[in-house]
């Protein structure tokens, strides 16, 4: 069994992404959009809720998703930044809802986690990814760009409610190339 890895060049994101849009799938483009830009295991977000990030009586988008990791019971709280807020408004605008559901199935409730791998599995294949994607894929993506960026390892290890920083260095999948690059850039 192979372990995932991140999704390490933005133009492959842009595909997954564009994938979506270009069949009108915006219920999925959100799905992906949540995944990559919250952090959060892909249980917790199939059974995001309505509420949980929009203020129906204000009417505007909640600060932040709060809620008990399915996982770890651990609390989190995760800034609702305008890549998930633009995907939920591309979907509001495009489909009538009727779930409570972010992410509804067909048969009433919310989408399965085996049918989160399909949809983003698919995508990746049908994207033209040369590499297999999964739904952890998309948790470990924001780690790994996080790092690239220059954020704290630590910082990133709490945003994933980590107990150990080893746990951590898996999810950022650093590789030789990764390396390589620390190398050529810093010439002391």
């Known amino acids: ?87 939920v408004n591309l979907y509001i605008k495009n489909v009538v809802i009727k779930s409570e559901y972010l992410f509804p199935s067909r048969k009433g409730g919310h989408i399965t986690r085996y049918r989160a791998f399909e949809i983003i599995n698919k995508a990746g294949i049908n994207a033209g990814l040369d590499y297999n994607i999964s739904c952890h894929s998309l948790r470990k993506t924001f780690g790994y760009h996080a790092w690239k960026k220059g954020i704290q390892p630590a910082v990133i290890m709490n945003i994933y409610n980590h107990c150990s920083f080893s746990i951590t260095k898996r999810y950022l999948g650093i590789n030789q190339e990764d390396k390589d690059e620390v190398f050529r850039d810093l010439e002391l």
């Open 1 to 87: 069994m192979s372990t995932t890895q991140p999704i390490r060049k933005y133009a492959d994101i842009r595909k997954l992404k564009e994938y979506f849009l270009e069949r009108g799938e915006y219920r999925d483009y959100m799905l992906v959009s949540v995944c990559l830009n919250s952090a959060l295991r892909i249980c917790d977000v199939i059974n995001l809720k309505w509420t949980d990030i929009f203020d129906k009586d204000k009417k505007k988008f909640k600060k932040y998703i709060e809620l008990n990791e399915k996982k770890t019971g651990k609390s989190t709280a995760i800034f609702i930044n305008n890549q998930i807020k633009n995907a």
